[in-house]
C-alpha cells in the first residue's frame, strides 16, 4: 500500500477528503489514508465470482439483501475505514445506518457479511480487520486467501488455499477453514453450494 497523505486524519476527515470520481481506492489505516494497490486479474475473477454467487442466492432466495458498489465501512475506532472486496448489507437495517444516505458508509448494524480477498498486505485482513469487524459485531467475515498467502501459524504448515468464515458466536468469532472439496459453511446463506476449489479455480 503507498501512503496518499502523512498527517493523521479522522474518519470523519477522510470522508471529506475522499475524491468523487477516484481512481484508485483507499482505506484508513490509523490515521493515515493509504492507496490500495490495483488487484490482479485472478483477485477480480475470485471477486467477482464470490459477488455472482452470492447475488444469485440473494436472487433465488428473494432476501433483503443487496452487495454494494462502493461503500466503506466504519469500524469502532475513529482513526479507521475500510473498503471490502464484498460487502453484503440488509436493506432493511439501513435505517439504522446514518451514515449511508449521504456517504455510503455502513457502521456495522446492516452488515450480515464481509469478504476480503487475500493480497499481499495479509496481515490486514488476518489480524486488523478481523478485529475490527469482531468489534463492530458483523456476524459473519470470510477471508478468501486463494494463494495461500497468510501466515502458516493461520492456514497451517505447509501453507495452501484456505477459505476461512469467521462467524460471531456471543461476541467473538469463531473459524472454520475450507480447503479443496470442501462444501463452504455460510451461517448467512445456508444453503449455499459451493467448495472452496470452485473459488480458488475462478482465480487460475
Known sequence: MIQAIP???????????????????????????????????????VTGFIVAEINFEIRRLQL???IPGDCLVKPVRNESGYQPDILVLDRAALVNEPRWKKESAAMGSSVRLVVEVVSTNWRDDYLTK??????????????????????KRLIGDPKRATLSVYELVEGEYQVKQFREDDRIES?????LNLTAKQVFRAGL
Do not use: C, Q
Open 7 to 45: 498527517k493523521p486524519v479522522t474518519f470523519d476527515e477522510f470522508v471529506a477528503w475522499y475524491p468523487e470520481n477516484p481512481e484508485h481506492r483507499y482505506e484508513l489505516h490509523n490515521g493515515v489514508i493509504v492507496e490500495m494497490p490495483l488487484g490482479t486479474g485472478d483477485h477480480s475473477d
Open 64 to 66: 433483503p439483501y443487496s
Open 130 to 151: 478481523l478485529r475490527d469487524y469482531e468489534e463492530m459485531n458483523i456476524p459473519e467475515y470470510w477471508i478468501v486467501d486463494y494463494l495461500g498467502l497468510g501466515g
Open 187 to 191: 451461517p448467512t446463506f445456508s444453503e
